[in-house]
Nanobody, 122 residues
Framework: QVQLTESGGGLVQAGGSLRLACAAS????????MGWYRRVPGKQRELVAS???????NYADSVKGRFTISRDNGRNTVYLQMNSLKPEDTAVYYC????????????????WGQGTQVTVSS
């Protein structure tokens, strides 16, 4: 019903920057909250940042002051600007979105992107 397409991952040196983007496509009525999660092998997936429909945001303590999440509702796209990157930020980053699939339904479904690799070298 909803596909999330991510872009912007790659290899960067410590202290550098990357911008991730995630665009929602498919058959849905509207997109609600969107966010970014990340996972390192051997650890649980953790929330990095999320943004509500009205652009309210929250961040993991480890990225506050360095990462900025934003969205373009007209394009159903969420962005993650990552500055001052550290080797500890190396992970697979996943886009997440809640979507209303049918008009007139109050049931919200949760969707995930395929993940994009971010590698930060020392």
């Amino acid at each position: 019903q909803v596909q999330l397409t991510e872009s912007g991952g790659g290899l960067v040196q410590a202290g550098g920057s990357l911008r991730l983007a995630c665009a929602a496509s498919g058959s849905f009525f509207s997109i609600n909250t969107m966010g970014w999660y990340r996972r390192v092998p051997g650890k649980q997936r953790e929330l990095v940042a999320s943004i509500s429909l009205s652009s309210g945001t929250n961040y993991a303590d480890s990225v506050k002051g360095r990462f900025t999440i934003s969205r373009d509702n007209g394009r159903n796209t969420v962005y993650l600007q990552m500055n001052s990157l550290k080797p500890e930020d190396t992970a697979v980053y996943y886009c997440n979105a809640g979507a209303y699939i049918k008009l007139g339904s109050s049931l919200l479904y949760n969707y995930w992107g395929q993940g994009t690799q971010v590698t930060v070298s020392s």
